[in-house]
């Protein structure tokens, strides 16, 4: 059994920037293909970022150059680092880890 635990969301003025945590533990059978979703009230759940392979990493075109996504294959953790959030960034921010495991996810609102 894996769990994965999404952390780091919260409130935050446009322009803001915050980092968000996705931690994995038990059976990970791989950290690689690790992707950051989000789902916005009334929408469908999107991607945003996907860790594919060492140094391998996609984007949506709509965080492009603001978004980075990273792990760190010791802690089992993926991130998401947010910079010049916009309001339409405000969702919640689901993790999938392989072949199937998602979090919980972590709100995140940016407004002013």
């Known amino acids: 059994q894996v769990q994965v635990v999404e952390s780091g969301g919260g409130l935050v003025q446009p322009g803001g920037s915050l980092r968000l945590s996705c931690a994995a533990s038990?059976?990970?059978?791989?950290?690689?293909?690790v992707g950051w979703y989000r789902q916005a009230p009334g929408k469908e759940r999107e991607l945003v970022a996907a860790?594919?392979?060492?140094?391998?990493?996609n984007y949506a075109d709509s965080v492009k150059g603001r978004f980075t996504i990273s792990r760190d294959n010791a802690k089992n953790t993926v991130y998401l680092q947010m910079n010049s959030l916009k309001p339409e960034d405000t969702a919640v921010y689901y993790c999938?880890?392989?072949?199937?495991?998602w979090g919980q996810g972590t709100q995140v609102t940016v407004s002013s």
């Open positions: 860790i594919i392979s060492a140094g391998s990493t």
């Open positions: 999938l880890f392989p072949p199937g495991y």
């Open positions: 038990g059976s990970i059978l791989s950290i690689n293909a």
